[in-house]
């Protein structure tokens, strides 16, 4: 448990470091063009994402997510009382890893996010992405498990651009952007909805994949 946890924060930090980072890095140099910051915020959370699954997966399940997490609890992994230390895991090592970003480019480390992302259409959205990204993590980890590295990284490059709200796709990073007023931000009272809609879709997914694939 003590390296699964380890891994969890190491994965968490980086992952959410990459995602905030790309932001402010793509940000500063597109001179006002979103699409091209967009793309060089998903090529770079893409990448780290193929690395760190490939990297940590054997050791951690490679989560970093709570929704993640919370279906495999369900389907047997670990306890109740490991899903609440994992998840207070991802969230702290996650902010740690947007106060780094801060502290990398000169910003206050201390911040919030004041980019709204509201609207029954960026609810939708999280809930999409996270039945998504469910999904592949679950039918790839059964029918191609060497495969799950490029799978996770290549659904989220697609959701980046196919979904309203960016796919977010993850309650501890909803939480940890809303610490950050950049080009990843989101507003904290924002945040609450999307965690609820990532939920609902985690939950959805797990209950899809169990009466269709899973039926026993």
Known sequence: MRQRLWAEALGSFFLFATVVGSGVMAERLAQGNDAVALLGNTIATAAILFVLIAMLGPISGAHFNPAVSLVMRLRGDCCWKGLAVTVAVQVLAGILGVWAVHAMFDLPVLQFSTKLRDGPGQWLSEFIAT????????????????????????????????????????????????LSDSFAGIAPASALPFIAAQLLGALAAHAFDKAVWDPA
Not at 144 to 166: D, E, G, H, K
């Open 131 to 178: 039945f998504g990204l469910i999904t592949t993590i679950l039918l790839t980890a059964r029918h191609r498990p060497a495969a799950v590295p490029a799978s996770v990284a290549l659904y989220i490059t697609a959701a980046y651009w196919f979904t309203a709200s960016t796919s977010f796709a993850n309650p501890a990073i909803t939480l940890a952007r809303s």
